[in-house]
């Protein structure tokens, strides 16, 4: 009963698990181990040199901060800005030239009884003691649209050739008579086409084509079309060259090969220009009647416009009420008369 003779209601025994004999041995030997550790005491420093790095040793680039490379809201906003203002500077500045294209092409197509003096005739160029003055006001640059000036230009370059060509068929024609004297009519018809057709053609067919690209006129395209054609089919017959025609085309200077052979070459080179102006004139009038088409002219504009220019025409109306009045007079005499 010994065993059991402890009394329950006594306080236990106050138990310390950390003085085990296990756990009490190894923290006296990890104690013992580690020591105490001090940096700073000479057998730890005796391990290191006392020599110091000096600064030249490291790097000798200075630290440098890098920036960002994108912009900061607000410059960019400054920048699109500027970039705006600069936009719409260059907007209204093209605005302002095309209205006053505009108000010059109104004045001239409306308006140009009243302002006719306001430009001067400049074409053909003559110098100022010459007693006849310019007949035609020419501009490329302020009367033709930029779509169309090149064309424009093309086609008075070919009245130029035109006009050089039959200037040398004259000489051409006069070689051709002093080798062959009864070939004198060439050189006389070769001096009345040049005298003749070159103001012709200006005046019939290269002023409609400047005037229907200047002002978009049907009339002046229609009237344009009709005379080129017979312009390219003259061109044709002088290229031929039919002897006795005025014309030193291909027949009359092969013909010349056995009786003069440098006569003949001049007379060719003169067929050769022919032949060159027939082929320039063909693809030229492709050309403007493509753009003809894309201008959207019409015949029924072309009478329209025809119409117009001849009810608002001083000389047609002058005539007709001349004739309506001598009408009248007659009518009213013969009355009387009975």
Known sequence: MSGFDSNPFVDPVDVNPFQDAS??????????????????????????????????AASSQPAILQTSVEQSAQATAAAGQANLIRQQEELERKAAELERKEQELQNRSGGRASNAGAKENNWPPLPKFFP???CFYQDFEEDIPEE??????????????HSATLFLNVLACLAYFTADSQYGVDFGLSILWFILFTPVAFICWYRPVYKAFRSDSSFSFFFFFFVFF???AVYIIQ???IPKWGNSGWIASISMIRTNLAVAVV???VAGFFTVNAVLAVILLKMVHSKYRRTGASFTKAQHEFSQGVLTN???????????TSAAQGAFGSSQGN
């Open 267 to 269: 007379m060719m080179v």
């Open 230 to 232: 017979f312009q390219v």
């Open 148 to 161: 169309y000036r090149r064309i424009c230009k093309r086609m008075y370059y070919l009245w130029m050739f």
């Open 23 to 56: 756990i009490t041995q190894a923290t006296s030997g990890a104690t013992e181990t580690v020591g105490e550790f001090n940096p700073f005491s000479a057998p730890e420093m005796g391990n290191h040199t006392g020599t110091t790095i000096p600064i030249s």
């Open 314 to 324: 001083r000389t047609v109306q002058t005539a007709a009420a001349s004739a309506a």
């Open 132 to 134: 006849v003055n310019p």
């Open 239 to 241: 290229t031929v060259g």
